[in-house]
Nanobody, 124 residues
């Protein structure tokens, strides 16, 4: 499974960004899709996930209520809409996929497939 994430950039505190992750094959019917992030010197952190069966979603506590994950099966793309951005959201964001995975796979090593990462910088 090949994934490519894009859409990162520089934004001011309180601003919004939408990240996209394109899959190079039809992964949506059997793969859970997720977003993680990694700030310098920190471990890769769970952000959000959407299930392979239906549209169930799950969010990490730091982003719950501000970020929204969604998918467009026709385009083989998963999105992360980020609103109310804070400086602590600054990180490299990665998309991930896991066949028949759970949206509650919080550890990054539970996910087998990864995109290359896109940098989000939130200025104060």
């Amino acid at each position: 499974v090949q994934l490519q994430a894009f859409g990162g950039g520089l934004v001011q505190t309180g601003g919004s960004l939408r990240l996209s992750c394109a899959a190079w094959e039809d992964t949506f019917s059997t793969y859970a899709l997720g977003w993680f992030r990694q700030a310098p010197g920190k471990e890769r952190e769970f952000v959000a996930a959407v299930g392979w069966a239906g549209d169930s979603t799950n969010y990490g506590d730091p982003v719950n209520g501000r970020f929204t994950i969604s998918k467009d099966s026709a385009k083989n793309t998963v999105y992360l809409q980020m609103n109310g951005l804070k400086p602590e959201d600054t990180a490299v964001y990665y998309c991930a996929a896991e066949r028949y995975g759970s949206i509650r796979y919080y550890r990054w090593d539970r996910w087998d497939y990864w995109g290359q990462g896109t940098l989000v910088t939130v200025s104060s």
